[in-house]
């Protein structure tokens, strides 16, 4: 339940497709930096739920919408978001980044 919404959401961790699209997203190429920008919108429209049917609430092209909401909630929805996609955080992007191009088989 997110209460300052007023609305019951579920979060969900990315698939592996999804995760490798998000970590090619969040990686600026020329610096190997995490492109901060980029984080929320890739990732928290395609991870909030609803509880119920497992739908996607927000499509891709809310994310700017999405993103009007307040940070501090958005910050605890990607922290969880974060967690079980395998991702603890900006380092473990960053180096899920660098993994994902070393061509390490699967």
Request: overall charge negative; cysteine-free.
């Amino acid at each position: 339940t997110i209460d300052e919404w007023g609305v019951d959401v579920a979060i969900h961790g990315l698939n592996g497709l999804e995760r490798q699209q998000f970590i090619q997203k969040a990686i600026d190429h020329k610096t190997g930096n995490v492109n901060l920008e980029a984080i929320y919108p890739e990732l928290l429209p395609k991870v909030i739920r609803d509880p119920e049917t497992g739908e996607r609430i927000f499509s891709d092209k809310e994310a700017t919408d999405l993103m009007q909401k307040n940070g501090a909630i958005l910050e605890r929805l990607a922290q969880v978001a974060t967690r079980l996609s395998g991702l603890g955080g900006r380092s473990e992007v960053e180096k899920a980044a660098k993994n994902s191009g070393k061509g390490s088989p699967s």
